[in-house]
T-cell receptor
Framework: GENVEQHPSTLSVQEGDSAVIKCTYS??????FPWYKQELGKRPQLIID?????GEKKDQRIAVTLNKTAKHFSLHITETQPEDSAVYFC???????????FGKGTKLSVIP | DAMVIQNPRYQVTQFGKPVTLSCSQT?????MYWYQQKSSQAPKLLFH???????NEADTPDNFQSRRPNTSFCFLDIRSPGLGDAAMYLC??????????FGPGTRLTVT
């Protein structure tokens, strides 16, 4: 089955700096890659997603890049703010599957 | 404007005493999911329903069962909770294979 590796497990950045989280997937057939943000004690919320027919997607301060050849995708957050502090999960899904395989998460701390 | 609602938010049960968690949705999504999330871990899919079709993950213990009486509601039954079943249980919904919307979760404590 699919396996998703996520790095780093923890990340601390100064407010205003950029943060990058990387994920690698094993199944070359996977074609959907969402990123979820989970604040302490709250539900995971989708912040951005990308499908395999595009290489990059951007939404304000958040961007995701996908390298299908290398089977990795990354989340980029620019101009970080304290409210960006949370655990971020990447995930991957195969065509025709309802299952999301999650990475183990990255705890991002933005230091004011 | 709650979209995915879970009740209760906190549930305490005794070792071996059956417990039922509920989920409802106002999105009219055809797919509903149950995830288990333990502290500092990623959500783990237990099963999902595509309409009334039940799909169990291969490694979901038999102790966990689910019911979906209609589009809006889905239940998670834990027949004989053990200490290892203490976790956050998340319900999610989607319209087909689109974005999954998560509920706020039910935190289960087993004493």
């Amino acid at each position: 089955g699919e396996n998703v590796e996520q790095h780093p497990s923890t990340l601390s950045v100064q407010e205003g700096d950029s943060a990058v989280i990387k994920c690698t997937y094993s199944d070359s057939a996977s074609n959907y890659f969402p990123w979820y943000k989970q604040e302490l004690g709250k539900r995971p919320q989708l912040i951005i997603d990308i499908r395999s027919n595009v290489g990059e997607k951007k939404d304000q301060r958040i961007a995701v890049t996908l390298n299908k050849t290398a089977k990795h995708f990354s989340l980029h957050i620019t101009e970080t703010q304290p409210e960006d502090s949370a655990v971020y999960f990447c995930a991957a899904s195969r065509p025709g599957s309802y299952q999301l395989t999650f990475g183990k998460g990255t705890k991002l701390s933005v230091i004011p | 404007d709650a979209m995915v609602i879970q009740n209760p938010r906190y549930q305490v049960t005794q070792f071996g005493k059956p417990v039922t968690l509920s989920c409802s949705q106002t999105l009219n999504h055809n797919v509903m999911y149950w995830y288990q999330q333990k502290s500092s871990q990623a959500p783990k899919l237990l099963f999902h329903y595509y309409d009334k079709d039940f799909n169990n993950e291969a490694d979901t213990p038999d102790n966990f069962q689910s019911r979906r009486p209609n589009t809006s509601f889905c239940f998670l039954d834990i027949r004989s909770p053990g200490l290892g079943d203490a976790a956050m249980y998340l319900c999610a919904t989607s319209a087909g294979r689109a974005e999954q919307y998560f509920g706020p979760g039910t935190r289960l404590t087993v004493t």
